[in-house]
């Protein structure tokens, strides 16, 4: 049904522009003036053409006279009856019909003719009458009828062609689709990795390009012939054909005089692609370590292949453009300017994070799976681009990070070093001045050395940082191969400190920590109680405390 629509679409569409045809161009006689004569043009029917004035008529007063006679003669009989006659005289041929005087030849109209002039009259009389004929046919109610009714006998006929094209094609489509289907189901057939991702089937969509392709053909083929009975739309399919003809043709011409300029631009591209593919081999042979330069890192090799690609490419463009169709063009120039003026406003900050993403590569500050912090955020690198550099926190949040923020702030690497010597872990406790220093220092050390996991060489270490009104800061640093554990290590080390200086009988006085001595409770821990009850009534009749000795 859809193609029966499209078709009456089509019909319509013709029909519409053959109206103003039929009523501008053909509808009555016409006299087309040309620098040598006037053509006598009867309802679109080229009859003859008048070169010279004949008395005190002009050759336009002439097609003038003449026409009105044409109309007049036309309105005036039913039937063309053999009444035209050529009427000879010494200088003149009269055209005349029955009575009727139609024109006149002079010698000067067949001046440009190897024939005699009552020859040429003759001629001239035979077109008038072979054009009186067909117009006043179709002024029948018979020829209208007979012509309406092959026109319908043909689109008939057409709707036939397109029900059984589309019949065939259904039952086509179904065997198709089960052939694929099995085709598919066998493991070792090569042709189901050949299909297409697009359409669902492969088949009936090859099927559905041909059953359109047909539907075009036969259109082309058959219109003409579906249009030849009706006056009006006679040749208005082939001039339809040649409103699309034209741009094809002007399009295919194109091509053909651009195939010079192709060879141009193939030829730079194959070079191009050439550079690109020897460059792109180097740069995996400096990555995979198998070539080597002095100074030159193998993680460079990436970044700097990508960079060399798209200067190749920038070069071969710029090589390309004066063979690119239209490339003068003022058009194509102010729309090249236009989408130049949109990508520099539109990517000033990416600019920035690609001149950023650039410099980090080259500074290489960092390696994907090292533990950094940026600014704020502290974890693991995963990946880095020439654009954003993303990072995993300890909570296990993925951050990104724009590549320009990193140039414009600080960054902390804690496995750069890591491998080597260690990094080192610290974190501070703040002391009384009536506890030695040395019994700090040791009670530090003792946590450290409970702390599994720590790197035994170097040793720890204790530094005395302040000594502020109330307490003393005291330091401990221990050193570690393991940054990404950190924060376990951290924890680990703090609960071993409490641990050391509760079983050392030591307080650990925080900021402004204040103890008044008046037999309240120490910030210490007191040991489980493990007294009987009666030792418990008699410590307590004799004021003893329970964790005197």
């Known amino acids: 049904m859809k193609y029966f629509i499209l078709l009456f679409i089509f019909l319509g569409s013709l029909f519409t522009s053959a109206q103003p045809v039929g009523s501008t161009d053909s509808s009555r006689a016409v006299a087309v003036e040309t620098p040598h004569g006037s053509w006598i ?50 200088t003149l041929s009269i055209i005349r019909y029955g009575e009727v005087q139609i024109t006149s030849l002079t010698d000067g109209d067949v001046a440009g003719f190897e024939s005699k002039r009552s020859e040429v009259a003759m001629i001239y009389a035979n077109n008038i009458k072979q054009s009186f004929e067909k117009h006043i046919e179709r002024r029948s109610a018979t020829y209208w009828i007979k012509n309406i ?42 042709f189901r990795y050949l299909t297409p991702k697009g359409p669902e089937y492969f088949f009936p969509f090859l099927a559905k390009l041909v059953k359109w392709s047909l539907i075009i053909i036969i259109l082309l083929l058959y219109l003409p012939l579906l249009f030849s009975y009706i006056p009006y739309t006679k040749g208005l399919v082939f001039e339809f054909y040649n409103y699309i003809a034209n741009p094809v043709m002007f ?50 090799a990436r970044p700097t292949i990508n960079i060399f690609k798209i200067i190749i490419y920038a070069f071969a463009l710029v090589f390309m453009f004066p063979y690119l169709p239209g ?35 080259y500074m290489r500050p960092f390696s994907v799976g090292d533990r950094v912090k940026i600014g704020d955020t502290m974890g693991d690198i995963i990946s880095k681009s020439l654009l954003v550099t993303k990072v995993r926190t300890i909570k296990n949040e993925d951050v990104t990070i724009p590549n320009a923020t990193i140039i414009n702030t600080h960054l902390w690497n804690f496995t750069s ?62 050193y570690t191969k393991q940054p990404s554990k950190m924060a376990m290590f951290y924890s680990e080390l703090h609960r071993n400190i409490l641990k050391a200086f509760n079983d050392g009988g030591v307080e650990i006085l925080s900021p402004h920590y204040n103890a008044i001595r008046d037999g309240n409770d120490s910030t210490i821990h007191d040991p489980p109680d493990t007294r009987n009850p009666v030792e418990k009534i008699i410590d307590k009749a004799s004021g003893k405390k329970s964790n005197e000795k």
């Open 327 to 361: 490339s003068d063009s003022p058009a194509f120039q102010g729309v090249s300017i236009f989408l130049g003026v949109l990508f520099s406003l539109g990517s000033t900050s990416a600019i920035a994070n690609i001149v950023a993403g650039i410099v980090i590569t």
């Open 41 to 90: 043009i009867f309802k679109g029917d080229s009859l003859f053409k008048i070169f010279s004035n004949l008395g005190p008529y002009t050759v336009a007063d002439r097609s003038e006279i003449i026409i009105e006679k044409l109309e007049k003669l036309y309105v005036e009989i039913e039937a063309v009856e053999d009444s035209f006659n050529i009427q000879e005289e010494a």
């Open 417 to 478: 070093s890591a491998k080597e010597i260690g990094i080192i872990l610290h974190t501070s406790v703040t002391i009384g001045y009536d506890v030695p220093w040395d019994t700090v220092n040791k009670l530090l050390l003792e946590a450290a050395k409970n702390t599994e996991n720590l790197t035994r060489d170097p040793k720890p270490f204790v530094l005395q940082k302040s000594l502020n009104d109330f307490y003393v800061e005291y330091e401990l640093n221990v």
């Open 251 to 300: 399009i295919l011409t194109g091509l053909y005089n651009f195939l010079d300029n192709l060879f141009f631009i193939l030829i730079i591209f194959i070079v191009a692609r050439y550079i690109i593919r020897v460059t792109s081999y180097i740069g995996k042979e400096i990555e995979s370590e198998k070539l080597v330069f002095k100074g030159f890192h193998k993680d460079w």
């Open 149 to 190: 009714g092959m026109t319908l006998l043909f689109l008939l006929g057409l709707f036939l062609i397109f029900y059984l094209l589309n019949r065939i094609f259904k039952w086509i489509d179904l065997k198709l689709t089960n052939y694929e289907k099995g085709l598919k189901r066998k493991r070792k057939n090569l």
